[in-house]
């Protein structure tokens, strides 16, 4: 089975959801969710998901919190 050259992927999709808030052409998740085809918890989890990444980094370094 050949992917269709034409489909975006899941994870180009939510990137270009980051990119949409990060320009500042809109914050609202119902807009964004229909536009790039994803579902809502998916972005949010997806735009969540570096901030734990450096936090966790960030308190592997100092210590906790």
Do not use: F, Q, W
Not at 5 to 30: F, G, M, P, Q
């Amino acid at each position: 089975m050949n992917p269709d050259s034409s489909s975006v992927t899941k994870e180009t999709a939510l990137k270009i959801a980051k990119r949409l808030i990060h320009y500042n052409v809109t914050n609202d998740l119902d807009i964004i969710s229909s536009v790039v085809d994803v579902c809502k918890e998916d972005v949010v989890s997806y735009l969540n998901k570096p901030t734990k990444i450096k936090k966790a980094l960030h308190s592997n370094i100092t210590g906790p919190d």
